[in-house]
């Protein structure tokens, strides 16, 4: 063994041990050996950052920015949240919510597919009282197995292409993955929808501040436009009730009270005054979009580029808004700040939210420009609550993100563009057709993943142009020399699940990748189906809540503990080890 390999491979090991541990954050473990293997000259300093500027970080970014705005366009939700609410129970739900969770984790990233649907499902068993533990794993679950039919499914399809272009001149395609990531989709569902039952069915999950924030109920108002009164809709039809908001008021086009009968007909130029919590608000004008949240005049920013932001804030005792209302301080007209919303515990409001006069100690929904913002609070005394994203006022775009994702979908499938240009491309354009804010589409990127995968890049490549890539490829197939070939394969998935949980799938794919490669050459077998094994085993972690974003995602809300996975889990690893190995030899033959 060299200098050189036994370096490459004592950071390895240094990492790894330091990610079994636990101790410290997997990002910033990659960093430091980053550094390390750059004071020692492991990695040349014009090659150390590198692993940031690869099609994989480009890839998983651009490919969470579209996912957070397929996300906040609520096409999802509008497609199938009305018959899914209709699940009653358990034995429906599970087999449902978890096999539609899988179907989107094949068009979006899993984590994101799984975020879009947790509150679905959460809001299901609260209305049914489903236990929360009983749907959320098996919806994670499915998300992972979802995630491995396209190539930007899950991070590791993504590395275990780049491998393949380095190690064997040319990429997998977009749908490479497809054959056997169907299968297992396929026959995991069949699994989830009978060994759900295995899960604690008692137990709650637990509220988090976002959580016990978002209980707060306000009041705010919704335009009728003149679609929606042409179209003969009465206050029934809106089935306000469904989303969990109260009328209090309905008003006439020309600002005076009308009786709010079940049946009564709404007049263009009228308006809602509305109470909901914001959530439910925003399903309501998600669900009809002909109904406009609380119209506002059109403010000039005050420098160019500043994004508009709608914060929460409680109003104080001496706060000059307090006996006031909004149209008597000048709100909009002194501060240029619009009032979206009005919270208040123990009252109902029913007067128009410019002619409500202000309490000590309600909590005011304001928009404005954000750099504007601190100035208005200090301004008029008002005490900001803690970071937390509020969707009134909020526009969002329903059609155009799932079109932006179409056509980069296509591109990438018609071979007109590469994965990396089209998704970054879709990430941009997520931004100019307004479906995100920049502040949400930086937001939206998970920089401890990023940061991971850069650094963690060239050290796997020190490792391969040294020469230890061959040596743990010599190791294993003196040890793998004489078995079955599909039992090898088997063995190679099994080594990927089992290390993923421990070291993160993408570091697993990293150091495994190069391997798996190397041991097919050395049996005279077909690298494609090792390179198969690697990213199916290291993106099928189901034993624990640590090894993806997504099992993480779910255990909070779910109130699993760590022991809960492996009830789930191993019959599912079981599953995909058996499956798995016969799929690839069938699609991928040895």
Known sequence: MTYAQGLSFALLLGAIAMFVWGRFRYDLVALVVLVIAMATGDVPVKQAFTGFTSDVVIIVGSALV???AIARSGVIEWAVGPWLERLRTAQVQVPVLAGTTAILSMLTKNVGALAILM????????????????????????????????LVGTSTNIIVSQIRQ????????????????????????????????????????????DTASAQTRYTTEARITPEL?????????????????????????DGAARPALPDAALQAGGCLVLEGQDEALDRLFARVPQLHGRETRRMSKPEPGEEMRSIEAVVQEHSLLVGQTAQEVGLYDRFGVHLMGIGRSQERITERLDETALRAGDVLVLRAGERALPAILTDLDLLPLFERHVKLGDRRQRFLPII?????????????????GAFFGAAVMMMVVGALSPREAYGALEPEVL????????ISEAVHHSGGTEIIAHVMTGLLDGMAPILALGLMMAAAMVCSPFLHNAPTVLLLGPVAVGVARGLHLNPDAFLMAVATGAGSDFLTPVGHQCNTLVMGPGGYRFGDYWRLGLPLSIMVIVAGTLAIDLFWPL
């Open 66 to 68: 579209v996912s957070a």
């Open 119 to 150: 509150p679905v499902a959460l809001r299901i068993g609260r209305k049914t009282g489903t236990s929360p533990a009983s749907l959320l794993m098996p919806m994670a679950f499915m998300s992972l197995l979802g995630g491995l039919v396209t």
């Open 166 to 209: 380095q190690e064997l001149g040319r990429p997998f395609a977009l749908f490479d993955f497809a054959p056997v990531g169907l299968v297992l989709t396929a026959l995991g569902l069949l699994t989830v929808s009978v060994a759900w039952r295995l899960l604690p069915s008692k137990r709650q999950g637990a509220a988090g501040l």
């Open 229 to 253: 009164a042409e179209s003969g809709v009465t206050i029934a039809d809106l089935r306000l009730n469904d989303e969990g908001v109260m009328l209090r008021r309905l008003i006439g086009p």
């Open 404 to 420: 932006v994702l179409a056509c980069a979908m296509v591109m990438v499938a018609c071979g007109v563009a590469p994965v990396a």
């Open 451 to 458: 940061v991971l995968l850069g650094a963690l890049t060239p």
